[in-house]
């Protein structure tokens, strides 16, 4: 009866089975559930003869890696006429929800502020069904881009997001994040950092010549300047 032929990691699932008793005795017997190696439950019942029961075992929380595993379900009864229909076999397959960003594209390591930047990022659908869902790209303290994307399972795509235009100078932070409820959070999210340039050089002042000077007087002129960015300037 269940699980059905394909779960979803990360979930927990009803086990149940139902036992008949074909014979002309009442029977007290243990029926047992197993799946793969790593689930076993047990449980002990009454049957009067043509009769037949829903049984519940005890219920499965997955957290097997995806694939297929076999299950079995068996009646233990000494003496039985017919072990043939003592056991059920069959397999169930462990799926999984899982998207991820895989990396950013043609990001530079520095910019000049105040040049627009149009981001892109790589986003996969690593798990085995298709998804939709949005991704985003943020970069404090007030850029936020969202795309909506539908992929099918194995999937990739280069995702475009909107141009941004740098004024903060040094370090700054691209985010880039699914937000997707999935199996495996760990590869939802990716971030790096692009310096932004700050070239600014102002000239502060005349030092020389003053504002009267004699005539034929030897004046060697002198101004001073200032570089008000985060670059060596020439």
């Known amino acids: 009866n269940s699980p059905p ?4 990691t990360n979930t927990t699932v009803l086990v149940s089975a139902t036992v008949a008793n074909y014979g002309t005795y009442n029977e007290t ?10 689930y076993t439950s047990t449980r002990s019942l009454p049957l009067a003869p043509a009769s037949s029961q829903l049984v519940i075992f005890d ?16 009646t233990l009864v000494s003496n039985d006429a017919n072990p043939s229909n003592n056991h059920l076999t069959g397999s169930v397959t462990i799926t999984v929800h899982d998207v ?16 627009p930047l149009v981001i892109k990022a790589t986003v996969a659908n690593y798990g085995t069904f298709a998804e939709t869902f949005n991704v985003r790209c943020f970069i ?4 936020n881009s969202i795309r909506n994307l539908n992929l099918s399972a194995g ?9 941004w235009t740098p004024l903060v100078r040094n370090n700054n932070l691209i985010e880039c994040a699914t937000l997707l409820n999935d ?19 102002v000239a502060q002042a005349i030092i020389a010549p003053a504002e009267t000077v004699a005539q034929r007087q030897n004046v060697i002129p002198k101004t001073q300047f ?8 020439t």
């Open 59 to 74: 219920n499965w929380s997955i957290g097997q890696p995806r694939g297929i595993y076999p299950r079995k379900c068996s």
């Open 140 to 143: 404090q303290p007030s850029y």
């Open 183 to 201: 199996a495996n959070p760990l590869n939802n999210y990716q971030s790096e950092n692009i310096f932004v340039v700050v070239r600014d050089i």
């Open 29 to 38: 017997l243990n029926v047992v559930y197993k799946i793969g190696d790593f």
């Open 226 to 233: 200032e570089n008000l960015g985060n670059q060596p300037a």
């Open 100 to 115: 991820g960003v895989i990396a950013f594209s043609d990001l530079p390591a520095t910019i000049d502020s105040g040049v």
């Open 155 to 163: 999937e990739t795509t280069l995702v475009t997001f909107d141009a």
């Open 5 to 8: 032929p394909e779960v979803d």
